[in-house]
């Protein structure tokens, strides 16, 4: 059984940094995708960033690119997000999920941690 527990998230002004991680226990993160997904208030959940298990190839929503970056530990079996110049749209809670063996859904989530980015 795959667990994930996201950490990282706060408060920061408009314009500034955060780096999420989402440390796994249970398999490792390289025989899995992994992915940042983010549910805004009252918007439904929403893909961020993932990274592949064997290649690491990284993908990113069209809003984060160029701004947020995905990369991983595999000693400490960690996933990160790194968040630049942030805006106050990136506010959210934000979701690490893991695909399933089979590779069809992401069946493994995180509890969420709260990401606020004031003006």
């Known amino acids: 059984q795959v667990q994930l527990v996201e950490s990282g998230g706060g408060l920061v002004q408009a314009g500034g940094s955060l780096r999420l991680s989402c440390t796994a226990s249970g398999r490792s993160v390289t025989t899995y995708t992994t992915a940042w997904f983010r549910q805004a208030p009252g918007k439904e959940r929403a893909f961020v960033s993932n990274?592949?298990?064997?290649?690491?190839?990284?993908s990113y929503a069209d809003s984060v690119k160029g701004r947020f970056t995905i990369s991983r530990d595999n000693g400490k079996n960690t996933v990160y997000l790194q968040m630049n110049s942030l805006k106050t749209e990136d506010t959210a809670v934000y979701y690490c999920?893991?695909?399933?063996?089979?590779?069809?859904?992401?069946?493994?989530w995180g509890q969420g941690t709260q990401v606020t980015v004031s003006s």
């Open positions: 999920a893991a695909l399933n063996q089979g590779g069809e859904k992401y069946a493994y």
């Open positions: 990274i592949s298990g064997r290649s690491a190839t990284e």
